[in-house]
């Protein structure tokens, strides 16, 4: 049984995580969490993050399973998907009092025992072998062909193992209500909600405001920035700006009007300039969260946003932003005439509070909360 502390430092705990590759979202939560349990070991398949990524890691250490020592697992690391879950179960935590699994994919399937307490925070079941499928294939070019079956078997395969994993987990933590739902849906278990941590203190807002609407983002497919621009073509007087990079740059850049500025990508810097100084914020995907429509808020922006998904817990119609209902360019053009109407009754400094209640200070407490309130649940079953 879990021993009974009364110092939370006191406990042995290790963190898991799928994988360091970038500096994320998923990584900015699981900074957060490494800050509360200062002691824990963190454990991931593979560990490739760059210098200047790594650096809230600082002197942590990190275990990592056998596909760190694959071939080519540095840039193909995903082509390994197949063999994650038996990595993820080869990985021994036997020794700690504690488990918190950071998991998008394959970390919440590391193997506990009855004397451990395992949390999983949960940013979404594994999307591309549940309801994304689907356009998971479609947008790899895996969804015909040789390819295609062989992809689509392993996904079915990944969904049995997937299933099988909840029973390994003693308490979920779901990023938002939408990722909530998902966990119900694929694993009929009960999650509580702690969303992402937001580095609001690093936003200000700005008593310059210029006539742009803008947006930052990946040019991925999912991202929708497509509908964006073309929603803009439809107004040309009205001026948005665009920053990011992707896949999708030249399908995008070579079908933009005068009002339309594509700047690629720029430094954090250049970007908190422009998200402080516009109008209002386009927001077009059905993210698990969302961090940036925060970001924006944090500025003091009202975010227009596609109304699916984490968003809904971080935007307030009509306060804080307004929401249009399908991803299409003509939604879009009737958000932006209904949020030039009402325009005026949007509060920067009261869509700035409502930013900060998603602070890293407030996850960092939420967190720590947590985990002492279940500790001492488990103390109360063994020690009445």
Known sequence: MIKKINNLDDYKVAVI??????????????????????TAHLYTLVDYLNEKDRKFLKDRKITTSFIQSLPFS????????????YAIE??????????????????????????????SYVHSPIRYAWDLQHEYL????LNKGIKGLIAKWQLHKIRQWDYRTPNGVDKWIANSNFIKKRIWKVYRRKSSVIYPPVN??????????????????RFVPYKRIDIIVNAFKSMPDKELVVIGDGPEWNKINNNITK??????????????????????????????FGIVPVEAQACGVPVIAYGKGGVLDTVLENKTGIYFYEQSEQSIVNAVTRFENIK??????????????????RFRSEIENYVKNELVKISSEYYV
């Open 17 to 38: 995580h799928d994988w360091l590759t970038v500096y994320g979202g998923a990584e900015r939560v699981l900074e957060q969490i490494l800050s509360v349990f200062k």
């Open 74 to 85: 540095k840039k193909y690391y995903r082509q390994y998907l197949f063999l994650m879950p």
């Open 90 to 119: 080869n990985i021994d935590l036997s020794q700690y009092d504690i488990i918190i699994s950071s998991s998008h994919a394959v970390a919440k399937g590391v193997l506990t025992g009855p004397d451990q307490l395992h949390i």
């Open 138 to 141: 479609q947008t790899s070019g």
């Open 200 to 217: 609001t203190n690093k936003f200000f807002i700005s008593n310059t405001k210029k006539d742009f609407y803008f947006t930052v983002s």
């Open 259 to 288: 009002n339309i500025k594509l700047l690629g990508y720029k430094e954090s810097n250049v970007v908190e300039e422009y998200m402080r100084n516009a109008k209002a914020f386009i927001f077009a995907a059905k993210e698990d």
């Open 344 to 361: 005026d009754q949007f509060d920067p400094d009261e869509i700035r509070a409502h930013a900060e209640s998603f602070s890293e200070e």
